[in-house]
T-cell receptor, first 112, second 115 residues
Framework: SQQGEEDPQALSIQEGENATMNCSYKTSINNLQWYRQNSGRGLVHLILIRSNEREKHSGRLRVTLDTSKKSSSLLITASRAADTASYFCATDQFSTLGRLYFGRGTQLTVWP | DAGVIQSPRHEVTEMGQEVTLRCKPISGHDYLFWYRQTMMRGLELLIYFNNNVPIDDSGMPEDRFSAKMPNASFSTLKIQPSEPRDSAVYFC?????????????FGPGTRLTVL
């Protein structure tokens, strides 16, 4: 399966700390995306990194991509209680244009 | 744009009843996806459409599930007859063909409870 796998499954930190989540996948990709899901809501796109990029920033988010290791990481700096959510990585696949393959997600809890 | 619209937001029904979930994608988007999310199985892709044509329905659990997209602005997911194991949150998402970006926009979901 192309499905990405996030690690850890759950992460609990204090406000102000950094949170790092990892994603591994199995086959070649065009791009990798990270999504966030608040409890009871739909997934929301956070950031996309293309296969020819190694790092990308958006506000307090930093994403890295290592295509040789087929892995990505999402770093949230100076976390806030409002960052509490599930975070999913999603990859595409050359043979199935338009479709994304989601992992099971990392549940992040940020304590005030 | 109002985003992806799903209805109803909550549905409680009894086993054996027919359930119809509805989705209005973002205008101009040519892909539509139906997902199911449970604690046990995570987020599962059930079926997706491109330009109103079903592309892959291999994720549909069984013949009790069917999906249609009669036009670019409306899709339905029907379960008949429903069973307790169908209880889940069902999401609709849409995206537009734009090179290889494929960003999907999710609706708020329909929480289905089958008693």
């Amino acid at each position: 399966s192309q499905q990405g796998e996030e690690d850890p499954q759950a992460l609990s930190i204090q406000e102000g700390e950094n949170a790092t989540m990892n994603c591994s996948y199995k086959t070649s990709i065009n791009n990798l995306q990270w999504y966030r899901q608040n409890s009871g809501r739909g997934l929301v796109h956070l950031i996309l990194i293309r296969s020819n990029e190694r790092e990308k920033h958006s506000g307090r988010l930093r994403v890295t991509l290592d295509t040789s290791k087929k892995s990505s990481s999402l770093l949230i700096t100076a976390s806030r209680a409002a960052d509490t959510a599930s975070y999913f990585c999603a990859t595409d696949q050359f043979s199935t244009l338009g479709r994304l393959y989601f992992g099971r997600g990392t549940q992040l809890t940020v304590w005030p | 744009d109002a985003g992806v619209i799903q209805s109803p937001r909550h549905e409680v029904t009894e086993m054996g009843q027919e359930v119809t979930l509805r989705c209005k994608p973002i205008s101009g988007h040519d892909y539509l996806f139906w997902y199911r999310q449970t604690m046990m199985r995570g987020l599962e892709l059930l079926i997706y459409f491109n330009n109103n044509v079903p592309i892959d329905d291999s994720g549909m659990p069984e013949d009790r599930f069917s999906a249609k997209m009669p036009n670019a602005s409306f899709s339905t997911l029907k379960i008949q007859p429903s069973e307790p194991r169908d209880s889940a949150v069902y999401f609709c998402a849409s995206s537009e063909t734009s090179g290889f970006t494929d960003t999907q926009y999710f609706g708020p979901g329909t929480r289905l409870t089958v008693l």
